[in-house]
């Protein structure tokens, strides 16, 4: 599984690629855009074609799940901490009307206080020293232990998929590796065909 992560702020024409990635084999985008507005979010999701939207995680404004039909949504992990024992009802309000739901870690050790929740998956970071922000060293989390799907992030390239696969992962996310390159489309389709391989 590959997911891809929105850049935070946008780049030039951010939805056309978006369509092209869809177009080449993405699997799932995750919406990530903590400054936009609800309006700005709606514009956004309107500008990729509808036929894609069922492909989506959306970060914030999560009731445009709803109005739009994405795939689902996804909670950060302050926001989850905060939910603190409501977390659960907060999930199954989604999930009941058969929306997946997903959420964020910085530390392997926590993924199982959730396990009983039913999470489509849980993304954790940094796997390896992100690309997007090199402050961030990597971890080399193993998770061949815990029992619910965990979503690599951080410093994830096509040269250390295997090593990704190999630390129990069911997937990996990609932020910067793909944004950052010269050519996002050629880097992304090579992604999503050395992952179908590994994972």
Same mark, same amino acid.
């Given at each position: ?12 024409? *951010? &939805? ?6 869809? *177009? ?15 309006? +700005? ?9 509808? *036929?894609?939207?069922?492909? !989506? ?8 799940? *709803?109005?739009? %039909? ?5 909670? +950060?992990? +302050? ?23 997903? &959420? ?24 390896? &020293?992100? !690309?997007?922000?090199?402050?961030? &060293? ?6 061949? +232990? ?41 880097? %992304? ?11």
């Amino acid at each position: 599984m590959l997911i891809l992560i929105t850049p935070e702020q946008d780049v030039a024409n *951010e &939805t056309d690629l978006i369509n092209q990635f869809f *177009e080449v084999g993405l699997a799932i985008l995750h919406l990530r855009k903590p400054e936009k507005s609800y309006a +700005q979010h709606l514009a956004y999701i309107s500008a990729i074609d509808e *036929e894609y939207h069922n492909r !989506i995680m959306i970060h914030y404004h999560h009731e445009l799940a *709803e109005d739009f %039909l994405l795939k689902g949504i996804h909670i +950060q992990e +302050q926001p989850r901490v905060d939910m603190g024992e409501d977390f659960g009802l907060y999930v199954s309000q989604f999930t009941s009307q058969r929306y997946d739901v997903s &959420t964020s870690f910085h530390n392997a050790g926590d993924i199982m206080f959730y396990k009983e929740i039913p999470l489509i998956y849980n993304l954790l970071s940094p796997v390896f &020293t992100a !690309i997007s922000k090199p402050g961030m &060293t990597g971890k080399a989390f193993d998770v061949n +232990q815990i029992e619910v799907p965990v979503i690599g992030m951080g410093g994830v390239k096509a040269n250390n998929l295997t090593q990704v696969k190999e630390l129990g992962y069911a997937g990996v996310g990609v932020l910067g590796g793909v944004w950052n390159a010269e050519d996002p489309l050629t880097v %992304l389709k090579g992604l999503i065909s050395e992952s179908k391989t590994i994972f």
